[in-house]
């Protein structure tokens, strides 16, 4: 599904573990359908300090993401 600027909107990001993040963190997304995905980190300010997926195709499901 997507809103009126084709954001789709049939995802759903989990909560990063651990949390608070340390070194490292772990990301999880589920998607309902497969998807161009672009995955960015940012910090408390909202400055992105690192990309890790853009417009990757992704097929639906859980998808796992290391971050250090």
């Known amino acids: 599904e997507q809103d ?3 954001t789709i ?3 759903q990001l989990l909560s990063p ?4 993040a340390g070194q490292s963190t772990t990301l999880q997304i589920h998607l309902e359908q497969s998807e ?3 995955l960015r980190v940012v910090d ?6 690192s990309t890790i997926l853009t ?3 992704l097929p639906a499901g859980e ?3 290391n971050y250090s």
């Open 17 to 20: 573990y651990p949390n608070p």
């Open 4 to 6: 009126s600027y084709g």
């Open 9 to 11: 909107k049939s995802f």
């Open 63 to 65: 998808h796992v993401f």
């Open 36 to 38: 161009l995905v672009s």
């Open 55 to 57: 417009n990757a195709p």
């Open 44 to 49: 408390v300010q909202g400055k992105e300090v």
